[in-house]
């Protein structure tokens, strides 16, 4: 397949490993596809999410002619990418947890991670800390609450810092010195939970980490086949209709296709 990369994710946290993707990668073209009526999947039930995932995700491959999908959103990667490799034959990449190098950088052998409730309770999370953050205390905190507060961000509402802090609350009372944020929304309140949190306390996140395994496996693809550049980057919804300010952000990234998933079925 010689399609876009298709980066999928509920909402608009997967714009956090879009950014990082696109800074290594700036000529490669990307179909954005979002699951905003189903936001957030840190709540849903697992074979909820999973059947609701592989449907549009394998729907839009096939409509795209798609070369790899992203899938960049902690909650979705932890259940849906065995699923979507028996249906798929092209690469599929997820999102982990950067437990590994949180535990590596800590000097206080004291780390936490943030995520939503769904991937706290995962046993691929507890597998994760098991393999990879031995002898560290790892505390676990979740919240949905905060992926609302980044998609109103990013939508162009202000951030309340009270609001935010009390979210914050039980991370503040600890000594942890580096704080995993697992899921991708969260990078985009990053800055204001540092100024909640201060800077002694280290964010980490799993993007570059993404865009470096997508690179590599880009590369593979070229050897095997050639990759089409197209023009037009585009961004699509399950809802009816997004807000504005959404549109003006998606738009400032690069998209020029802003549609929902019945218009675009259409098309």
């Known amino acids: 397949m010689s399609g876009p990369i298709l980066i999928f994710d509920s909402g608009i946290g997967g714009l956090s490993i879009f950014d990082e ?21 840190g709540e849903l039930e ?3 999410l999973i059947a609701g995932c592989v449907e549009l995700i394998c729907e839009q491959v096939a409509r795209i002619n798609a070369c790899m999908v992203v899938v960049a959103c902690n909650s979705a990667s ?3 990418l065995p699923a979507l ?27 936490g991670l943030l995520a939503t409730p769904g991937t706290i309770k995962r046993s691929y999370t507890k597998e994760l ?10 505390e676990l905190f979740g919240s949905s609450e905060l992926v609302m507060l980044a998609e109103a961000k990013l939508a162009g509402e202000e951030i309340d810092l009270v609001k935010l802090a009390q979210q914050l609350k039980p991370i ?25 949190l201060g800077q002694e306390v280290t964010l980490l996140d799993s993007g570059k980490a993404v865009a ?3 690179c590599f496996l880009l590369e593979e693809l070229k050897r095997d086949a050639k990759i089409n550049q197209q023009s037009d980057w585009s961004a699509i919804y399950t809802t009816t209709t997004i807000n504005q300010g959404l549109t003006t952000r998606l738009a ?4 020029t296709i802003i549609v929902s998933r019945s218009s675009a079925n259409l098309g």
């Open 129 to 138: 800390i098991e393999q990879f953050a031995e002898g560290c205390k790892v």
């Open 172 to 196: 503040q009372i600890t000594n942890l010195d580096t704080l995993v944020l697992g899921c991708t929304h969260f990078p985009i309140v990053a800055k204001e939970i540092q100024q909640v």
């Open 85 to 111: 490799r028996e249906q798929l034959s092209i690469p599929i990449v997820g999102v982990v947890p950067a437990i590994k190098p949180a535990a590596q950088l800590s000097k206080a052998r004291h780390i």
């Open 21 to 41: 993707i696109r800074k290594a990668l700036p000529d490669q073209s990307y179909c954005y596809l979002f699951d905003n009526a189903r936001l957030p999947y």
């Open 212 to 214: 470096q395994r997508v």
């Open 252 to 255: 400032e990234k690069g998209f």
């Open 78 to 80: 932890t259940l849906v």
């Open 46 to 48: 697992e074979s909820v």
